[in-house]
């Protein structure tokens, strides 16, 4: 820090080299859709910039401290420096760019391979080759070398619509001047305010510290063509996008700024406010406040930075807080009890506003009762947490979290998008989109509801305790009852009532209730750890669309739930336990019975019997049916390499026009099926 007298009032201060001001990703990378684009941002057809760190030279194009605007734009990848004109033959697709596919950019014929976690470029051994052939040899092996980095042209301008991507941009200064003779003293009553002009066609950025080489002690502005940006200790706290408080950005056209802070050391409070100056006072337009409720950090200096391009400085002074003439409170400001504060949605504790004059209750920087996180990254702030949520305490306060439930908060529904107590996911049956339709989508139209696969999952009995073809329900015509309450028989008469034979057992009185208690749970779980009423280990509803245990527990109706090791299929079996089948003897799950397909005694007599075992009589006579599992295969694959249900290898049908298995393992019935060496025909094949 210097220590003599240096002027105070007029400056200029060099822009840094590209990139600079946010360095802080060189190693590290930044976060996916707040610094750096995704891959499908990179190749949507946008300009971005690539920031080069390079250990030389590439040539003139490709400097190791240099940057380029990067379009892709059919199939092809064009590079041009700032401030120069594109041209078509700088467009290139070598080393296998051109396919969206690879991740691949070529900037200039220089192939790298794009890393869209951290953003950052990092070359393969194919990438250095296909450069190679395009720029001749290169000065350095580049391979698995991170080389560069990718960022939004504007990363403020691209995330101001998402706070969450807003909060984790960080850019700092590139250059910054101390001086003991830049202080400041913001703990004095009535604060202190720094009055200045400048111009610049980058940012502009004003620091003040408590101890200026450690930079957890800073607040620092970044005042911008696309939006004012306070942080703190290097974190973004605030965000202004009002267009008439941004930065000209422009060389030569001069502006005047105040930027005013208070330390209240008694209640732990530091207020700062930012605004656009008169051309002939301190009076302005304050468009930004900040309100720190934590220990104040104690600010004894300020000073002035620059980004990547030239700053200039002129009048800078330090004026009495209290001295600041008349303010006017603008943008997402309002006076309050003579200070100008922010204008936030009721539920914010501070806001972050998207835009001039929102008050968003997805904008806050912090939660006055309860927070919910969504999947998309955006916190909502509300006075107290909604259906399906319980309260979670956390460190900022309280945050609402979405209780397990058979419905998923995305709308989706069906057997491919599970819900975190139903695969299938379910629809709310009270909700305004009760019913599942094919195409996996929650809604209430007939599309919805009354295709032949769509579920409905409205009630199917009424509030009012009527039932039957005269009282339709939402999710039923007949109006059914509740089968688990009190009342579940309804009467001829079309009332719900209890067990009395006029409800229950009378002729057209029909019982709603299962037989005996339930075997399975509401909630989907099922298996020794979540028993039933009526069974332990719990099962699952065999009638229903969930009707195998899984291994975990979870009821379900997909290979984990149904075929896996330990998991309990508990679908009605087709065959009955007495050894009878055919049309006299249904099953219950089969109508005519059958036989066990895995047991010794697959087939059905024609005297409606399974005990003959695999004989004749019972599987290949007339009305005889074989329930046994084939043994071979309906892609007409065979052999060793391709075993059926029933037979490893697999075999052929020899009652079929393909009865041979060939050597390369199919079934046919040429020469090279039946009689090659290595062929087998199963016509006269004995299993010997």
Known sequence: MEEGPIPTTDFHLQGGKPGCQTEALTVK??????????????????????????????????????????????????????????????????????????KKVSCFGFVMSYEEDTGQFVPTQEDTRASSQYLGELPNDYVGMIVGRAEYISPLEHSQSN?????????????????????????????????????????????????????????HLQISYQGVVLYKGMKLVKYEGAKSARSLGDSKLFQPYFICMEEDMENRRTYIKYGIGSDTSEKGLVYMVYIDNSKPLGIQFYSFGSGEKDVEIMDARIIEGGATGEMECTGGTILVDGMCVEDCHPECDGCIPQAPGSKLDTECRLCKNFAIHHEDGSTQCVAECPTYYHIAPDGDGATCTQLPTKVRADGKCGPGYPAPLANPGQCNGTGPAPCCSADGLCGSTEQHCDCSTCVDYRPKWRDDGRCGADFRALGANPGQCDPHGEKPCCSVGGYCGGSSTGHCTCHGCVDYRPSGPKKYRDDSRCGRYFPAPGANPGQCNPKGNEPCCSASGFCGNTNAHCTCSGCVDYKPKKYRDDGKCGDSYPAPGANPGQCNPEGGKPCCSDRGTCRGGNTADFCTCPGCVNYGLKKWRTDFKCGPNYPAPGANPGQCDPNSGAPCCSAGGWCGGLPSHCSCAGCRDYRTYTGK
């Open 29 to 102: 990378g930044g976060e996916k859709g707040a610094s750096q684009p995704s891959w499908l941002e990179l190749i949507n057809g946008d300009t971005y910039k690539i920031i080069f760190d390079l250990p030389e030279d590439i040539n003139r194009d490709i400097k190791e401290d240099s940057e380029a605007l990067v379009v892709y734009a059919k199939n092809r990848w064009n590079c041009h420096v700032p401030g120069t004109a594109p041209h078509a033959y700088n467009s290139h697709a070598n080393g296998g760019s051109g396919d969206p596919s690879n």
């Open 163 to 219: 706070s969450v991507a807003l909060a984790s941009i960080v850019q700092a200064p590139c250059t910054v001047k101390w001086s003991n003779s830049y202080q400041i003293k913001p703990a004095e009553e009535g604060g202190k305010c720094l009055y200045f002009v400048a111009a610049s066609a980058g940012d502009i950025f004003v620091v003040f510290s408590a101890i200026p080489r450690d930079k957890t002690t800073w607040y």
